[in-house]
């Protein structure tokens, strides 16, 4: 038998899947409507946006005061694409 191993799961890894995911996590628990988030992923230069769409309601508490609490949104899910070795930004979208 051959000491070699073969990882299967990192081809089926999509790209800032670690970012996505606190990404996820924080929009969620933050929206009085979690069922409404929706974040699309598009992939640039070296990295990956992440496109943040929540109900209207919800726009000021994902924003907060003077955008504080996006600011703290893209830190944190900018450290977890880092963790992966992509870039990782957050856009908030107003539909």
Do not use: C, F, W
Request: charged residues 30%; negative net charge; without cysteine.
């Amino acid at each position: 038998m051959d000491d070699v191993e073969v990882d299967d799961v990192d081809g089926n890894r999509i790209e800032g899947g670690t970012s996505l995911a606190v990404a996820n996590y924080l929009v969620r628990s933050l929206a009085a409507d979690p069922d409404s988030v929706v974040i699309d992923t598009e992939e640039k230069r070296g990295g990956v946006l992440l496109k943040v769409h929540v109900a209207p309601e919800d726009m000021g508490r994902i924003i907060g005061r003077r955008g504080r609490v996006a600011q703290a949104i893209r830190t944190v899910v900018a450290a977890a694409g880092a963790r992966d070795g992509v870039q990782a930004s957050v856009d908030i979208v107003d539909d």
